[in-house]
């Protein structure tokens, strides 16, 4: 099929070493901008939260060509730094689903994403997350991988329930597989509030 072709020869080179330095020397400028945030910030931080969500993804570019939609969920630690910036790890599924032109089936492949990141916080709720990582795509029973990076635009409403949009492209030997996608999660805190009685 189409589909393994197009998943193996696109990831055959080191070209995503040249992004990856890109992206080191971006966290390295993020780190400096945590730094002079948590300097000025002496507010007390929130505890660190997990949350499950759902995912659609658009493809966009080459991967549109064999496939229109994916489907799938991730998992997502948030560990806040300060009040406003928080580190985060996430770990997801996404399925590619196939797609038949001209009588001929395209796509129909799996997508694990690995990333870790930063999320930047705004009243009233909003935040911007960088991320950075590798995933894993299988298909037709052979696996291979790529370094993959992408960022996300959401709101947090009321501390629980996390809307965000967001790009991901996974690069090597010159091409990509990317998608733009909507995340719909439910965010659970890792401490539990003490009580207090009179």
Do not use: C, W
Not at 148 to 173: C, P, Q, R, V, W
């Amino acid at each position: 099929m189409e589909t393994k072709n197009y998943t193996t020869n696109f990831l055959q080179s080191d070209d995503y070493k040249k992004i990856f330095r890109k992206i080191i020397l971006l966290l390295l400028v993020l780190t400096m901008f945590i730094n002079a945030a948590r300097a000025q910030n002496t507010k007390r931080k929130d505890a660190p939260s997990l949350n499950f969500g759902i995912e659609a993804a658009l493809p966009t570019g080459d991967l549109s060509l064999i496939t229109s939609f994916g489907g799938g969920g991730s998992l997502k630690l948030i560990v806040p730094l300060d009040n406003t910036v928080s580190f985060i790890i996430s770990a997801g599924f996404i399925h590619y689903f196939s797609k038949t032109l001209f009588g001929e089936k395209f796509g129909g492949f799996n997508s694990f994403p690995f990333k870790g990141g930063f999320r930047f916080s705004a009243k009233p709720g909003f935040y911007f997350e960088p991320q950075a990582g590798y995933s894993i795509f299988i298909s037709e029973g052979e696996s291979d991988g790529a370094f993959t990076y992408g960022a996300n635009i959401g709101y947090m409403l009321h501390k629980k329930a996390d809307f965000s949009f967001g790009y991901e492209s996974a690069t090597k030997n010159g091409g990509s597989i990317s998608h733009v996608g909507l995340r719909i999660a439910y965010n659970f805190s890792l401490t539990k509030k003490s009580s207090v009685k009179r």
